[in-house]
Structures are given as C-alpha cells and as structure tokens.
C-alpha cells in the first residue's frame, strides 16, 4: 500500500541540530535509487516519518544506523530519500499514538478501574471488585477445567495468548466476573455490619471459531503470542465485578518504564494446587538484555517480549497464561490501570530464582488489536 510520508512538519532550528547530529557519520546516497518502491530526495523537513524515526530511536545500535543511512542523500543540505512506501523497519519500530484509529472508540472510555481499599507464587488474595477485567478460560477437561486467564478489554472483546487458543484442549467458555470459585456468591466483609456481593459470574460460551490469533503466532519461540476472542453478545460492564481494563494507546502510555507490574492470575500457587480465589503479585521489571541471557537455550527474546519476575520467588505459574500484566498509569491526577503485558512463557518450576517470566508487550499490539475489532 502506498503511504504518503511527507508533510510540512515546521521542524525547529534545535531540532535541525539533533538531526544534524545524528547523522553525522552516515555516508549518503545521493541517488536514492536504492529505496525500494522509490523515493525522492527532499529536506528531512518534509518527511517526518524519518525524521521521527531518528529522534525517537537516537540511532542507538549498529541495527539502527545501518537501516537509516540508506535514506541520507544530502547531509549539509539535511536532505532524505523521502519513501513512497514506510518501510518495514520503521512501521515495526516507530510508536504510534493510535487514538487516531478508525476503531479507538470501540474501546471504553470508562476502564482500568477497580475498586481499591501471588500462577502466582507468594501471592496475595485480591479484594473483590479489585480487577474487574480479571477472565478465566474453560476447557473441556478433568478436574481443573479453568486452565488459562485473560482480561476484559471491552463489552465484547476479550484478550488472551495465542497459545491458550492453540492448544490441544477444547475451550468452551469465558466467565467474567470471577473472584472465588469456591463461592456462590462471593462476597466480603466490609467492616463490622456491611456484607458487599457480587453479581453472579457472566458465562459464555466459547470455542476456537470465535478467537483471532495474531497471524504471526510462533509456538516454538513463543513470538506474537497474542489473541483475541469476540464474545457472541456484549457483556454486561455496568457492575463492579465487571469491567474493562485500558491499553497503552498514546505514546507517553507505551513508553513509560515501570520499576515494577502488578500480576494477576487462578494458577498454580507455593502449594502447588490451583488457587480458587484471585491472586495478585508484583513482580520486579527484567531487562530483555538479561531475560535473553535466560531464555538463550530455549527461547529467542524479541522486542515483542516483556520480562518480569524470578526475583524473590515473586513470580507466576503455571495456569496464568494469558493473564495480564499491570501498571498503574496516572495523568493528570487520574489514576488507571494499563495493560502492558500477556502471561506468555516461564520457567518450569514456579518461582524458580533468577528466571523471569516472559511476556507479550501489549504495546507493540495494540494497532493489531483494534484493526481485529468490530462494533
């Protein structure tokens, strides 16, 4: 598909500065017929989708430089090989702020609130009402059916990992809602007189047609381990037991660095059984430059992938994938809970010290996500 990639962008004389020196030690290609689709060579002022790929990576490895410097044609005059088509590495690298997308109001307005007062290992109970996009998914097996999570993220869009969809098992249902399964209903103690409950669980029924796995899926390495699952009806989110958490849709949303998530999840727990009642832990931010030196016999970790955990026993287990990862993001005084992770990959043994758990960042899906939604 054509795009067209340049505008009038009305780029600062300090902002000429940065470009000036970011490209200090490129070699140009004057012709620019090297560029694949054509392009031509006009000032960096008139193709801000370079321009922007520029300042926002800093040129920081010899992957960046290598891929950028074809499109330099003119440095003194700080001219580009202006595209016709954006290339690969840019599209794949460049964050978007996608309120602009045709389907940003598909998702609510209203999200990423729960009612606030560890597959998880040395996990705590959650507090009803507390994650109200908290999912669980239902297989057609044995004794402990509920077998992955996911999350809310609208009335009739949940989310999940591909390989929860991918999987031997036959899934039947989705439940929101779900706070204690050994419950019915739940409800908890508010003080000496006060006795809150929830509405009963919302159920619907499910199976692998009704589920869009990213087309990129790979159960080998565990890349683009990403799904959707469209409800058959809208769901009911006008309860405190049910309600949508929010993606990191603008750029200050996905690029935020968290010291540390909040992870939730029905897995596996220290006892080794499955928990009935919803767990939370958080779980300290690993590199990907050390989650890789982790996963490198098993795993290739790409920049598809988020690493938290294996520190403290703080970690998640098996029977919570798909589950979210968590941040609180505040804007404003306004504080929401965001999105930024999928329960994708761990160690074998739960908790194992020293070995993350990987995750799909949700950021780098999130223009995939709202092309697979419909209204």
């Given at each position: 598909?054509?795009?067209?990639?340049?505008?009038?962008?009305?780029i600062?004389?300090?902002?000429?500065?940065?470009?000036?020196?970011?490209?200090?030690?490129?070699?140009?290609?004057?012709?620019?017929?090297?560029?694949?689709?054509?392009?031509?060579?006009?000032?960096?002022?008139?193709?801000?989708?370079?321009?922007?790929?520029?300042?926002?990576?800093?040129?920081?490895?010899?992957?960046?430089?290598?891929?950028?410097?074809?499109?330099?044609?003119n440095?003194?005059?700080?001219?580009?090989?202006?595209?016709?088509i954006v290339?690969?590495?840019?599209?794949?690298?460049?964050?978007?702020?996608?309120?602009?997308?045709?389907?940003y109001?598909?998702?609510?307005?209203?999200?990423?609130?729960?009612?606030?007062?560890?597959?998880?290992?040395?996990?705590?109970?959650?507090?009803?009402?507390?994650?109200?996009?908290?999912?669980?998914?239902?297989?057609?097996t044995?004794?402990?059916?509920?077998?992955?999570?996911?999350?809310?993220?609208?009335?009739?869009?949940v989310?999940?990992?591909?390989?929860?969809?991918?999987?031997?098992?036959?899934?039947?249902?989705?439940?929101?809602?779900?706070?204690?399964?050994?419950?019915?209903?739940?409800c908890?103690?508010?003080?000496?007189v006060?006795?809150?409950?929830?509405?009963?669980?919302?159920?619907?029924?499910?199976?692998?047609?009704?589920?869009?796995?990213?087309?990129?899926?790979?159960?080998?390495?565990?890349?683009?381990?990403?799904?959707?699952?469209?409800?058959?009806?809208?769901?009911?989110?006008?309860?405190?037991?049910?309600?949508?958490?929010?993606?990191?849709?603008?750029?200050?949303?996905?690029?935020?660095?968290?010291?540390?998530?909040?992870?939730?999840?029905?897995?596996?727990?220290?006892?080794?059984?499955?928990?009935?009642?919803?767990?939370?832990?958080?779980?300290?931010?690993?590199?990907?430059?050390?989650?890789?030196?982790?996963?490198?016999?098993?795993?290739?970790?790409?920049?598809?992938?988020?690493?938290?955990?294996g520190?403290?026993?703080?970690?998640?287990?098996?029977?919570?994938?798909?589950?979210?990862?968590?941040?609180?993001?505040?804007?404003?005084?306004?504080?929401?809970?965001?999105?930024?992770?999928?329960?994708?990959?761990?160690?074998?043994?739960?908790?194992?010290?020293?070995?993350?758990?990987?995750?799909?960042?949700?950021?780098?899906?999130?223009?995939?996500?709202?092309d697979?939604?419909?209204?």
């Open positions: 598909m054509l795009v067209r990639t340049y505008e009038n962008a009305e600062s004389k300090d902002s000429y500065e940065e470009f000036s020196e970011a490209i200090r030690w490129i070699q140009p290609n004057e012709q620019c017929d090297s560029i694949a689709g054509g392009a031509v060579c006009i000032n960096i002022e008139r193709c801000t989708v370079l321009y922007k790929y520029i300042l926002q990576e800093n040129l920081p490895t010899d992957e960046a430089k290598e891929a950028i410097s074809k499109f330099i044609c440095k003194k005059q700080k001219k580009v090989c202006c595209p016709a290339p690969e590495f840019i599209t794949s690298n460049l964050v978007v702020n996608h309120m602009e997308h045709r389907n109001k598909l998702l609510p307005e209203n999200c990423g609130s729960g009612a606030t007062a560890e597959k998880i290992i040395n996990g705590n109970e959650t507090e009803l009402f507390e994650f109200p996009w908290a999912v669980a998914l239902k297989y057609d044995g004794s402990t059916p509920w077998k992955c999570g996911a999350s809310l993220i609208s009335e009739r869009y989310l999940t990992a591909a390989h929860c969809i991918k999987s031997d098992l036959k899934l039947t249902t989705v439940r929101l809602g779900e706070h204690n399964f050994d419950k019915e209903p739940d908890e103690q508010k003080g000496p006060l006795v809150q409950c929830a509405d009963t669980p919302q159920d619907f029924e499910i199976s692998e047609n009704d589920a869009i796995v990213h087309p990129d899926y790979n159960s080998e390495t565990y890349d683009n381990d990403i799904a959707l699952i469209r409800l058959r009806k809208p769901a009911n989110i006008s309860s405190d037991s049910v309600s949508p958490v929010c993606l990191p849709i603008t750029v200050p949303e996905k690029t935020t660095d968290f010291p540390d998530y909040t992870v939730i999840g029905w897995g596996r727990t220290g006892t080794d059984d499955f928990s009935p009642i919803l767990l939370k832990v958080t779980v300290p931010t690993v590199t990907n430059v050390e989650c890789a030196s982790k996963y490198a016999t098993r795993r290739q970790v790409s920049k598809n992938h988020l690493c938290a955990g520190k403290n026993t703080r970690d998640t287990c098996r029977g919570d994938s798909g589950s979210p990862l968590m941040a609180e993001y505040t804007l404003d005084d306004r504080f929401r809970t965001l999105q930024y992770g999928i329960v994708s990959l761990g160690a074998s043994v739960c908790g194992f010290e020293g070995f993350p758990t990987l995750y799909t960042r949700v950021a780098r899906y999130v223009g995939w996500i709202l697979n939604m419909q209204p």
